[in-house]
């Protein structure tokens, strides 16, 4: 599969109008998708083997999307085969009053993955240029100065932040990759009806997001602008389909692992000392009585 194709270059103008959401490259056949994903799946589980034993590097996967784009499904389904040691995940709510008594950027700061993890924000800071600028009555609860909340280049500036926090990261280490799960608004309909006809799926259902609908445009707008400024070529944004799940789980999983293997993780090289170390314990526990 040719990720390329879902990947923002740095500087470039954003239309999601011209990004199918039910695009599936050269798969008519779910099955083979799901084989796929499989793989992925399991190619994952050792490279996320690489990645904690070296302890050198961190993944940082950031997934944003419209309500019942599959947000959960994919990182479920994605990261179902990697060690939970080795991997830390964090759905982002309504701020806390304590989170509310920080700058934006220190829940998220609290809650990055250390060395050697993968590490996944189910949204994230990004919250911050997109439903709160579609609500920006929401910046009086952030107990902002006024020279802040009357700024009118409050958006800008704080596409400016997470950009230098985002490079930040990557020059010590982190790398981040960004997915906008790119769901239709017919196809969110039908999930939202889903979610009412089958029981099971009821505590699903928020009356909110039905609300949110209504501000569709705006959203698609902020998601716009928010992928245009913030996509980097160390940190970059893919919009990814998300009418056919099947397709984007394996969309998401081929992008992890070419990114993990792009990063030439290495298991740590043992030291003379060391490797002495190992052949005296050996001796030891050969030379032991039975018990």
Same mark, same amino acid.
């Given at each position: 599969? $040719?990720?390329? =194709? %879902?990947?923002?270059?740095? *500087?470039?103008?954003?239309?999601?109008?011209?990004?199918?959401?039910?695009?599936?490259?050269?798969?008519?056949?779910?099955?083979?998708?799901?084989?796929?994903?499989?793989?992925?799946?399991?190619?994952?589980?050792?490279?996320?083997?690489?990645?904690?034993?070296? $302890?050198?590097?961190?993944?940082?996967?950031?997934?944003?999307?419209?309500?019942?784009?599959?947000?959960?499904?994919?990182?479920?389904?994605? /990261?179902? *085969?990697? $060690?939970?040691?080795?991997?830390?995940?964090?759905? %982002? =709510?309504?701020?806390?009053?304590?989170?509310?008594?920080?700058?934006?950027?220190?829940?998220?700061?609290?809650?990055?993955? *250390?060395?050697?993890?993968?590490?996944?924000?189910?949204?994230?800071?990004?919250?911050?240029?997109?439903?709160?600028?579609?609500?920006?009555?929401?910046? =009086?609860?952030?107990?902002?100065?006024?020279?802040?909340?009357?700024?009118?280049?409050?958006?800008?500036?704080? %596409?400016?932040?997470?950009?230098?926090?985002?490079?930040?990261?990557?020059?010590?280490?982190?790398?981040?990759?960004?997915? %906008?799960? $790119?769901?239709?608004?017919?196809?969110?309909?039908?999930?939202?009806?889903?979610?009412?006809?089958?029981?099971?799926?009821?505590?699903?259902?928020?009356?909110?997001?039905?609300?949110?609908?209504?501000?569709?445009?705006?959203?698609?707008?902020?998601?716009?602008?928010?992928?245009?400024?913030?996509?980097?070529?160390?940190?970059?944004?893919?919009?990814?389909?998300?009418?056919? =799940?099947?397709?984007?789980? +394996?969309?998401?999983?081929?992008?992890?692992?070419?990114?993990?293997?792009?990063?030439?993780?290495?298991?740590?090289? +043992?030291?003379?000392?060391?490797?002495?170390? +190992?052949?005296?314990?050996?001796? /030891? +526990?050969?030379?032991?009585?039975?018990?």
């Amino acid at each position: 599969m $040719n990720i390329e =194709k %879902f990947r923002i270059a740095e *500087g470039s103008k954003v239309d999601l109008a011209s990004h199918r959401t039910d695009f599936t490259a050269d798969y008519t056949d779910k099955q083979q998708a799901v084989e796929d994903l499989q793989k992925n799946v399991d190619r994952l589980r050792t490279l996320q083997d690489v990645l904690y034993a070296e $302890n050198k590097h961190t993944l940082l996967l950031i997934f944003q999307a419209m309500d019942a784009a599959g947000k959960d499904g994919a990182i479920e389904h994605v /990261m179902s *085969g990697v $060690n939970p040691q080795g991997c830390h995940v964090i759905s %982002f =709510k309504q701020p806390s009053s304590e989170e509310l008594d920080h700058d934006y950027l220190w829940r998220c700061q609290k809650n990055l993955p *250390g060395r050697g993890m993968i590490g996944i924000f189910n949204r994230s800071h990004y919250e911050e240029v997109l439903v709160v600028r579609v609500h920006p009555e929401y910046l =009086k609860y952030q107990q902002l100065p006024d020279f802040t909340l009357n700024d009118k280049d409050i958006w800008k500036k704080r %596409f400016k932040h997470i950009r230098d926090w985002e490079q930040h990261l990557t020059e010590n280490g982190t790398h981040v990759i960004k997915f %906008f799960l $790119n769901v239709s608004k017919d196809e969110q309909k039908a999930r939202f009806l889903s979610r009412i006809e089958e029981e099971d799926k009821n505590w699903k259902f928020s009356m909110g997001d039905v609300k949110e609908r209504g501000h569709w445009d705006d959203y698609m707008k902020c998601y716009e602008d928010a992928i245009e400024e913030t996509s980097t070529e160390r940190s970059p944004w893919y919009i990814v389909p998300a009418d056919k =799940k099947w397709f984007t789980r +394996l969309a998401v999983s081929e992008i992890v692992v070419k990114k993990l293997e792009s990063m030439d993780l290495k298991y740590p090289t +043992l030291t003379d000392e060391h490797k002495a170390e +190992l052949l005296e314990a050996k001796k /030891m +526990l050969e030379s032991e009585a039975p018990a």
